[in-house]
């Protein structure tokens, strides 16, 4: 079955960086969009940035444009978040999903997330 | 497109009729919507896309309807696992956008 499972997460300081990884089994990788959303603590779900198959395609939300980017390796079924020069705001668990092989930009798996903590 | 759904929380009995609104600030075209369900502690689930679709293995006490600007989410007759939060997304818009969720509760 499908399977998606992150990690990376952790406490880190406003200003620092981190790096997320999300690992896919259960399914044929190659052929599907991926996405990162994210949902602060006692809030709802924020998208966060997808990625093509190819990696030819990547659409970030403005609230990620220009402090993340989404990698991709199809070689290890993984996609990875950079996050770089982050704030209090980005406080948050981070889900891994998997795009709709039809339609892309919603949603039918997902992982069980990995919490992200900025904090000074 | 900025998804409202009202109301924020819905409190009711197993049994009862639920019905969760989602409004569009603007139309979203070929009623490119779904609904998830998140139970707490748990990651969302897909229930519905295109606005009235089930996804596979969805009961069918659960259905979505509407079209332009205004969706619903009904779930005929609640069962004890459907109380839960429950979020509308567009995907018409390449910004894709969630609603502010709907609270299920126990009456």
């Known amino acids: 079955q499908v399977q998606l499972v992150e990690s990376g997460g952790g406490l880190v300081k406003p200003g620092g960086s981190l790096r997320l990884s999300c690992e896919a089994s259960?399914?044929?990788?190659?052929?599907?969009?991926m996405a990162w959303i994210r949902q602060a603590p006692g809030k709802g779900l924020e998208f966060v940035v997808y990625?093509?198959?190819?990696?030819?395609?990547?659409n970030y939300a403005e609230s990620a444009r220009g402090r993340f980017s989404i990698i991709r390796d199809n070689a290890k079924n993984s996609i990875y978040l950079q996050m770089n020069r982050l704030t209090v705001e980005d406080t948050a668990v981070y889900y891994c999903?998997?795009?709709?092989?039809?339609?892309?930009?919603?949603?039918?798996?997902w992982g069980q997330g990995t919490l992200v903590s900025v904090s000074t | 497109i900025v998804l409202t759904q009202s109301p924020g929380t819905l409190s009711l009995s197993p049994g009862e009729r639920a019905t969760l609104s989602c409004r569009a600030s603007q139309t979203v075209n070929n009623n490119y919507l779904v609904w998830y369900q998140q139970r707490p502690g748990q990651a969302p689930r897909l229930l519905i896309y295109?606005?009235?679709t089930r996804v596979t293995g969805i009961p069918d006490r659960f259905s979505g309807a509407g079209s332009g600007t205004d969706f619903t989410l009904t779930i005929s007759r609640l069962e004890p696992e459907d109380f839960a939060e429950y979020y509308c997304q567009q995907y018409a818009s390449s910004q894709l956008t969630f609603g502010g969720g709907t609270k299920v509760e126990i009456k």
């Open positions: 990625i093509s198959p190819n990696s030819g395609h990547r």
């Open positions: 295109g606005a009235s």
């Open positions: 999903a998997r795009g709709d092989q039809s339609w892309s930009e919603f949603f039918d798996s």
């Open positions: 259960g399914f044929n990788f190659n052929d599907f969009y």
